[in-house]
Each structure stands twice: as structure tokens, then as C-alpha cells.
């Protein structure tokens, strides 16, 4: 017997090693085998996925296509027809050349290909289980590949537990086919999730690359992005930039339109990140995120786009120029907009004509109106109704053990007290023995704090989180009580969301209306709005929705809400009054009043302190009066 201790692992588990790097997730997936399928030349792209790639991963195209021999090498470690030698690594243009994602994928799923090249007859079919070819057939196929993967981590059972729920998988799998979708404008591509077309992006009709881009942004986004599209451009020698930056005023709380594609591939950088947004910097409120689709073309020598196994990362010989070039072009890009507001006003009413559909709304000074929409048709028009379309039953019982839950599980998962609000008992008194002569005893200070003399000391109160604590307990009584308050609006909004975003509306529609939203679908991703949270009046709706929705989807990634408390905290969160408000005395006082009317006044529904609380024993203490 030998004494020889080490063995070479056989190659299906060094694949399936290997495999953890490139397919972590069924997006990691779909970006290989779209990118593989723009690299063949496609100029249509099918994917389809069932159950978010737990099921199946398809994707086809109409691309050049693998010979047999191809057809089975193109599985092997380190094989691909991207690269000779580590000298091509630097010339290299195309989306993959490690030459391992095909052999990951045939590692940890089971796979078919199929492919016909246009100058063969017949293509090739190949069946693959555990990184072993099971067969090999002619048959008859269409030119170009589709490749299935089914059952993905069916043999590794580790990771298939570790993929989170149907909804967090398939947002990547939509994240990934968006960046794809936006990077290459020119190519058609479809989304297919459980035998529903979700998206289908028509080829770019334009041979000009921002014409285009602007269409697919459209297709995408929707119509009323049109009218949020700043373009951007600049030849530096060392860095073409081109695509958009979104118009100040229509940037969100919450990180979501940030696309830099280099050299046509997504990527993320911090540090050209930065360089945007001081860019956008006196032009933004404190908080916002700027919104661009920027492509950066630099000479791929001087890049390095391999030091992160899936190549969303990557390192720039000269980074500083680049950030310099970029921060400057975005700047005059967003003066020349900004230099003649009337100007640009009636521009963009120009343009935004062409795009009217026949569901869209259309402005007129004041009020929205739908053409579509029938007043009279579904009975109430305006004034403050309470909310009782999900009375029935089951729902209720729902909610009640939702919020009794609620009230319990709060006081569990408190953060640890360091502040202790102990004033809810002396400062009730107080602003109820002297309501009205009280009226002196709250300053405002910075916009931000409100401060508040008690008996003993004084409160600094934070005036967003008490807002926001205030109004997130009366969305979630009103739901438990099946009475949120609905201000029902005169002409009805409809608002258009991305694919994405739709899906989450439609998910989420009972914990939309049982808050208050007066909301119904109204076909192709778009949702009419009757009524909306009482209080909530003075947002345009489409933009509160929209940010409702984006805290909602970070929410679920950071956090295991209920869907009802997500929604009722990111509404809370949208709707609180920021930094920077000026309050009266008056607002000061009913706010006060209504926060330590609340069960939990203390700290924020996401669980930071809402107020301190100064003793003047401890002011006496620094000021070494004792
Ligand atoms: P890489 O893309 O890094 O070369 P992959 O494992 O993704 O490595 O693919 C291996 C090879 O298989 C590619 O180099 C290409 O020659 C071939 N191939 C993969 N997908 C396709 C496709 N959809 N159409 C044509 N050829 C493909
Ligand atoms: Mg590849």
C-alpha cells in the first residue's frame, strides 16, 4: 500500500469547486449564457425561465452556432474559442474568456445543447449530467445554440438550499437581463417566467448608438422616462463616454438607475460612481442618488476585467483621468440643461408627444387626467372613505394576528436601550395642562431637531423618525383594523413601472390597498391609482409608489419583513417629513403629541432612537455646577 497521501480530485468535483465561483445564483447563469450569445453574434435573444431558474435556464439565439466537435469540447475546463494565448487576454473585446462557464454550468445542472451552425445540415444535440456527456445525436435544428440547464444545484444540495425565495432570484435573474438588455440595444431580446412573455425588446431600429439606447431605455422603463433623459458625450483620447444621465429632479432616496457599461459589459465602480455624483452634487437634495446609463470605451489594454471571477469589477491603468473626464462631462451635460429651463420646457413637451399612448396620462396644468377613465363608472369620487374592500373573513384574521404579533415581536427585537425614553409619562402631562400657552415650548433647530423642555431637562427630538413612527402605527392600525383611510382622487393616475417593479406592485397589491392605495391592474405593467393613503396628498403618486417600492425591495433583501409591515414602514418612510422642513410651533406640537401617543415612541420602526433626552442633572453635571 502506498503512502502517498494526495490525489488529484476527479474533474467533475474540481468542476463543481470551480463552478461556485462563476454560478452562484441562477443569474450568474443567465449573464454567462446571454453573454456567450451575444459573443456568437446573435441578433435575437430568447430567455426563458421557469420557476426563477431553480426549474430551467434557456437561453437561445440565432447565433454563428458550434460544430459537433465544438459542441462538446465547449464543456472543458479552459476551453474556449476566445483566446490562443495570454497575449490575446489583452486584445480581447468579447464578454467571457476564461473559458469556464459552460463547463461550471454542465458541473452543477443538467444540460442540453443544441446547435447548428448555417453552413451544416443537421445541428448536434447534447445531453450532460454531472460534467459527463450522456449523449451525442444529430438532429434537426434552427442556426445558432440554445442551451438548457434544468434542475440547477440539483447535486449540490448546499447551495441549492442557500438560493433565497422565487421572488429575490428571479429580481437578479431581471437585474442581469436589464444590464444585458441596456448594454446592447441593437439585439432583440424576450423574457419568458413560467410560460409568460415578460418582456419583449425589439432590435434597435437605429443604427445610432444613443438613438437607440434611448429606446431600449424607453422599452424598459417606460415612456415617461423619455422626458428624464439628459444625453452625454465627450471624446477624451483615453475614455469615449456617451448615454444619459436622468434629470436631477427625478433622482430617488434609493439607489436604482446607476448603469456604467465598459465596453459594453456592466460593471460596478465606487470610484466612478463618485465622480457622477459630484457631478450632480448642489444639484441634488441631501440623500439622493443620481440615475445614469453611461458607457465609458477605453482601449481594452488598458483595462483589466479579469481580477473578479464574474467581471463586474475592474481595474483602469488610469483611473484619475477617467474619473476627471467623466465628473466634467456629466457637469456640462447637466449646465447645458440646466442653462435655459423655459427652453428645455418646451422641449421636452415637444418630444414627449410622439410617445403618448393611448393609456397614458397626459398633462394639463393641475390635474391628470386619464382619457380612458370613466368617472362615473365606479361610484365615489372624492373625499376621505374609509377602506373597507378586504373585510371578508380570512383577511381579517390575517391581519389581526399580524399586528398582535407585530405589538409583541416589537418589544422583543428592540435594539439595546441606550437611550431610555422615560419621559412618555412626564411629558404627557405637561403639554396637556398647558396646551395652548405650551404653544413657546418647542424650537425647532436646523430644520431637523425639535426641542422640547421638560421638568427635568430637555428632549431633542428627531423629527423624521417621530414622523415616520407616528405614521407607520396608524398604517399599521388601520390595517388591523381594516380601516386605512383612502383620499380618493378626483381624476385617477395611471403609473407605469418597469417590468421588475410591476411584478412587485401586482405581488404586494393586498398590502397596497389594504393601506390605502385605491389601486387595480391596467395590463402591460402599468396600474390605475383611485385613491391613495390619506395624508399622503401632497406626493405625486407616481413617484411615491416608485419610492415606496424601491425601500420595499431593500427592505426584503436586508430584512425578513411581513409583506404588510414592509409596506407600512416603507410607506412611513416616504411619507415622514425630511430634514429641512420648517415646522410651526403648531405642527411641532401635534407632533410630539401624536408620537408619544404611540406604543413605541422611542425609536423609529427600523429601530434607531427617535429621541435624547438631556437631565438636567447631567447638564448641571458638565457644566460642574454639582
Ligand atoms: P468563454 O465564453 O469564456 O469562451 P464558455 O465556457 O462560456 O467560455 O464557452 C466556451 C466556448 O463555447 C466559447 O468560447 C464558444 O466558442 C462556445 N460557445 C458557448 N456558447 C456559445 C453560443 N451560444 N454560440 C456559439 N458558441 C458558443
Ligand atoms: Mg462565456
Keep these: 500500500m502506498s503512502a502517498d497521501i494526495i490525489s488529484v480530485l476527479p474533474d467533475a468535483v474540481a468542476n463543481q469547486i470551480a463552478a461556485g465561483e462563476?454560478?452562484?445564483?441562477?443569474?450568474?447563469?443567465?449573464?454567462?449564457?446571454?453573454?456567450?450569445?451575444?459573443?456568437?453574434?446573435?441578433?435575437?435573444?430568447?430567455?426563458?425561465?421557469?420557476?426563477?431558474?431553480?426549474?430551467?435556464?434557456q437561453v437561445v439565439d440565432d447565433g454563428k452556432g458550434m460544430s459537433p466537435t465544438d459542441a462538446r469540447l465547449c464543456f472543458?475546463?479552459?476551453a474556449t474559442s476566445k483566446i490562443r494565448s495570454a497575449e490575446d487576454l489583452w486584445r480581447l473585446n468579447t464578454m467571457g474568456f476564461r473559458g469556464e462557464a459552460l463547463a461550471s454550468i454542465a458541473a452543477v445542472a443538467q444540460v442540453e445543447l443544441k446547435s447548428r451552425r448555417e453552413e451544416d445540415t443537421m445541428g448536434t444535440v447534447i445531453h450532460m449530467e454531472g460534467s459527463q456527456i450522456t449523449s451525442q445525436e444529430p438532429c434537426a435544428a434552427p442556426k445558432g445554440t440554445?442551451?438548457?440547464?434544468?434542475?440547477?444545484?440539483?447535486?449540490?444540495?448546499?447551495?441549492?438550499?442557500?438560493?433565497?425565495?422565487?421572488?429575490?432570484?428571479?429580481?437578479?435573474?431581471?437585474?442581469?437581463?436589464?444590464?444585458?438588455?441596456?448594454?446592447?440595444?441593437?439585439?432583440?431580446?424576450s423574457l419568458y417566467h413560467n410560460g409568460n412573455e415578460m418582456y419583449r425588446l425589439e432590435a434597435g431600429t437605429t443604427e445610432e448608438a444613443r438613438a437607440s439606447l434611448r429606446q431600449r431605455i424607453l422599452a424598459l422603463y417606460g415612456s415617461p422616462f423619455n422626458q428624464r433623459l439628459v444625453p452625454v458625450d465627450e471624446d477624451a483620447g483615453i475614455v469615449k463616454i456617451s448615454g444619459f444621465v436622468i434629470k436631477p429632479e427625478f433622482a430617488k432616496k434609493t439607489r436604482g438607475e446607476q448603469f456604467f457599461f465598459l465596453n459594453k459589459r456592466f460593471i460596478r465602480n465606487a470610484y466612478l460612481h463618485h465622480a457622477v455624483q459630484t457631478a450632480f452634487e448642489q444639484l441634488l437634495p441631501a440623500g439622493n442618488f443620481p440615475g445614469y446609463f453611461i458607457f465609458l470605451d477605453v482601449d481594452p489594454k488598458t483595462i483589466d476585467v479579469n481580477i473578479h471571477p464574474t467581471k463586474t469589477e475592474v481595474k483602469f491603468e488610469d483611473e484619475r483621468s477617467i474619473y476627471a473626464v467623466l465628473r466634467s462631462t456629466v457637469k456640462k451635460s447637466l449646465g447645458q440643461y440646466n442653462i435655459s429651463p423655459t427652453l428645455d420646457f418646451n422641449q421636452e413637451m415637444s418630444m414627449e408627444i410622439p410617445y403618448l399612448s393611448k393609456d397614458t396620462q397626459i398633462r394639463q396644468p393641475e390635474i391628470k387626467v386619464n382619457p380612458e377613465f370613466n368617472p362615473?363608472?365606479?361610484?365615489?369620487?372624492?373625499?376621505?372613505?374609509?377602506?373597507?374592500?378586504?373585510?371578508?373573513?380570512?383577511?381579517?384574521?390575517?391581519?389581526?394576528?399580524?399586528?398582535?404579533?407585530?405589538?409583541?415581536?416589537?418589544?422583543?427585537?428592540?435594539?439595546?436601550?441606550?437611550?431610555?425614553?422615560?419621559?412618555?409619562?412626564?411629558?404627557?402631562?405637561?403639554?396637556?395642562?398647558?396646551?395652548?400657552?405650551?404653544?413657546?415650548?418647542?424650537?425647532?433647530?436646523?430644520?431637523?431637531?425639535?426641542?422640547?423642555?421638560?421638568?427635568?431637562?430637555?428632549?431633542?427630538?428627531?423629527?423624521?423618525?417621530?414622523?415616520?413612527?407616528?405614521?407607520?402605527?396608524?398604517y399599521i392600525q388601520g390595517i388591523a383594523r381594516q380601516q386605512a383611510e383612502t383620499q380618493q382622487k378626483l381624476f385617477p393616475d395611471t403609473v407605469e413601472f418597469?417590468?421588475?417593479?410591476?411584478?412587485?406592485?401586482?405581488?404586494?397589491?393586498?398590502?397596497?390597498?389594504?393601506?390605502?392605495?385605491?389601486?387595480?391592474?391596467?395590463?402591460?405593467?402599468?396600474?390605475?391609482?383611485?385613491?391613495?393613503?390619506?395624508?399622503?396628498?401632497?406626493?405625486?403618486?407616481?413617484?411615491?409608489?416608485?419610492?415606496v417600492i424601491a425601500t420595499f425591495k431593500e427592505n426584503d433583501q436586508e430584512l425578513h419583513l411581513k409583506p404588510l409591515e414592509n409596506i407600512a414602514r416603507s410607506l412611513a418612510r416616504r411619507a415622514a417629513v425630511k430634514p429641512g422642513k420648517h415646522l410651526s410651533t403648531a405642527e411641532m406640537?401635534?407632533?410630539?403629541?401624536?408620537?408619544?401617543?404611540?406604543?413605541?415612541?422611542?425609536f423609529c420602526p427600523n429601530g434607531k432612537p427617535v429621541f435624547v433626552n438631556f437631565p438636567i442633572e447631567e447638564i448641571d453635571k458638565r457644566l460642574k455646577r454639582s
Design 22 to 57: 462563476v454560478i452562484q445564483r441562477p443569474a450568474s447563469a443567465v449573464k454567462e449564457l446571454m453573454e456567450n450569445a451575444i459573443d456568437a453574434g446573435a441578433t435575437f435573444i430568447r430567455l426563458i425561465v421557469k420557476d426563477a431558474g431553480r426549474t430551467l435556464i
Design 376 to 474: 362615473f363608472k365606479s361610484g365615489g369620487n372624492s373625499g376621505v372613505v374609509s377602506h373597507d374592500k378586504f373585510r371578508e373573513g380570512n383577511n381579517q384574521q390575517n391581519w389581526e394576528t399580524m399586528f398582535s404579533q407585530h405589538m409583541h415581536k416589537r418589544n422583543e427585537d428592540l435594539p439595546p436601550v441606550e437611550v431610555i425614553p422615560d419621559v412618555q409619562t412626564q411629558l404627557h402631562p405637561e403639554s396637556n395642562d398647558n396646551p395652548v400657552s405650551e404653544s413657546s415650548s418647542f424650537w425647532q433647530l436646523h430644520e431637523r431637531y425639535i426641542l422640547s423642555p421638560m421638568k427635568n431637562g430637555f428632549l431633542v427630538i428627531d423629527q423624521q423618525r417621530a414622523h415616520e413612527r407616528v405614521l407607520y402605527e396608524n
Design 498 to 547: 418597469t417590468p421588475a417593479d410591476a411584478q412587485i406592485v401586482e405581488s404586494q397589491l393586498t398590502a397596497l390597498q389594504s393601506i390605502g392605495f385605491d389601486i387595480h391592474p391596467f395590463g402591460s405593467n402599468t396600474f390605475v391609482v383611485h385613491g391613495i393613503p390619506a395624508g399622503t396628498e401632497k406626493f405625486e403618486t407616481p413617484q411615491l409608489l416608485e419610492e
Design 146 to 189: 440554445s442551451i438548457s440547464m434544468k434542475n440547477l444545484f440539483y447535486n449540490v444540495p448546499a447551495r441549492r438550499n442557500f438560493l433565497k425565495s422565487d421572488g429575490v432570484e428571479f429580481r437578479h435573474i431581471l437585474e442581469e437581463f436589464e444590464r444585458i438588455a441596456f448594454a446592447n440595444p441593437i439585439i432583440g431580446f
Design 589 to 602: 406640537q401635534s407632533l410630539v403629541d401624536e408620537l408619544f401617543g404611540c406604543e413605541q415612541p422611542g
Design 76 to 78: 472543458e475546463r479552459h
